[in-house]
């Protein structure tokens, strides 16, 4: 037994590794796959299918995707009761976004794909309903992440905004058995349904030690851009009072998180098109003090929140954007975890006291 089972092998997958620190999607490392230059539709069907697709498998896994771009009958009524713009967490709302399509849908998916055409539909809406706008409906000629900026900001993005959204994106897909995806794993594992599956994940996602990470990183940068402070002063005061510094460490990274060295290209690229250079700077900062005083790296939440911050998205959504990607990696592991018809149940070691003999005899307490 170790603390939060690190370094413990939990199961076997064919679908992403992290093996020698390297990120691996059914045997390409992100490095191949971002010089492919491919589209975020092509990683999930590599991810779903465990080989690239053909250009015909690809046409046909969009055209599917587009047709299945639709939310049930009164969903988006029931949404819109539910919903009090400033009032609760989007993360919050996700979960019951996402749990009440199950119900809608009486949880018979017909296949990951009607569900994850459904997502940046749900995340949309509930963005656009937090703030008071009617939601959007998609527009097929659209790529999946042109369509989730448009149904969430209500703008088309420019080529450059969408490549870098595209490749961010894949780069949050997947990521072995990381806690959410755990979490989905051992909920199908009981042969629950897709959507139970996914509504525990993205509960998993929402904390801040996880995926909620993103958004925390935001508030720090904002706290330190929007009071013009000294990010190393700020950084130390934080570590000098036992705070962690969000966006910072791994589990399974010790050296570097490989994702992280791409998404700064884009961050810098971004903050630079968006004339916002000084939340790069800052967050350059950040990176090289946390380096110098604790030689702790900066992890996939790090620099994506400069890139969604320059792209105008508000910083408590950020977390919706990393469900938006990582749905589709989810989707695959509970395929995945289906097929290997096995229940997910640990021992676990007792540290209680006993009030029985436990050979047998029970002791009148
Ligand atoms: C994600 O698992 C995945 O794959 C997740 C993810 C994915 O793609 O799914 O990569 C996405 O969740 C990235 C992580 C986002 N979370 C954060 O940025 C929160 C801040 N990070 C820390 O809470 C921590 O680093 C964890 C939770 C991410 C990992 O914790 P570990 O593996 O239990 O501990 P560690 O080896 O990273 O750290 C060892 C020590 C810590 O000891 P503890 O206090 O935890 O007992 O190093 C120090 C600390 O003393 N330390 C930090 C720190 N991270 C580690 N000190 C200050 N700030 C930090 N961020």
Redesign the pocket.
């Known amino acids: 037994m170790t603390?939060?089972l690190?370094g413990i092998v939990a199961g076997e997958t064919k679908i992403s590794a992290t093996t020698g620190g390297r990120l691996t999607f059914a045997g390409y490392t992100i490095e191949q796959l971002n010089a492919m230059d491919l589209s975020f539709e092509a990683i999930v069907y590599l991810l779903w299918h465990l080989r690239l697709p053909s250009e015909s498998d690809l046409n046909r896994f969009c055209q599917i995707l587009s047709e299945q771009m639709f939310l049930p009958e009164h969903y988006v009524r029931i949404l819109t009761e539910m919903i009090r713009p400033g009032e609760q967490h989007p993360m919050s709302l996700l979960r019951s976004g996402m749990s009440l399509l199950g119900t809608l849908m009486n949880d018979q998916a017909q296949h990951p794909i009607a569900i994850m055409a459904k997502v940046p539909l749900v995340i949309g809406t509930i963005i656009r309903l937090q703030n008071g706008l009617e939601p959007l409906q998609a527009k097929p000629e659209l790529s999946y992440p042109a369509n989730l900026y448009y149904l969430s900001t209500g703008k088309v993005p420019d080529a450059e905004t969408e490549e870098v959204f595209t490749q961010t994106l894949i780069l949050?897909v997947d990521?072995?058995f990381?806690?959410?995806?755990f979490t989905a794993r051992v909920i199908a594992s009981t042969n629950s349904d897709y959507f139970s599956s996914l509504t525990g994940a993205i509960g998993a996602l929402k904390g801040?030690?996880?995926?909620g990470?993103n958004e925390r990183v935001y508030q720090m940068l904002q706290t330190i851009v929007e009071n013009q402070l000294d990010p190393e002063k700020f950084v130390a005061n934080e570590?000098s009072e036992g705070r962690?510094?969000?966006?910072?460490?791994?589990?399974?990274y010790?050296d570097g998180?490989p994702r992280e060295k791409i998404l700064k290209k884009y961050a810098k690229s971004l903050a630079i098109k968006t004339h916002q250079e000084v939340w790069f700077d800052t967050a350059e900062t950040v990176e090289k003090y946390m380096w110098a005083e604790?030689h702790?790296i900066p992890?996939?939440?790090f620099y994506s929140a400069t890139i969604y911050h320059c792209m105008g998205f508000a910083g408590r959504d950020f977390t919706l954007l990393f469900a938006a990607s990582?749905s589709a990696g989810w989707l695959a592991h509970i395929a995945e975890q289906y097929s290997q018809h096995t229940l997910i149940r640990p021992n676990s070691k007792y540290v209680g006291p006993y009030h029985a003999d436990i050979a047998g005899d029970v002791v009148n307490s």
């Open positions: 603390k939060g690190a949050h990521h072995e990381n806690a959410s995806t801040p030690l996880h995926g990470a570590l962690k510094v969000m966006g910072f460490g791994h589990r399974v010790k998180d604790k702790i992890n996939v939440d990582r």
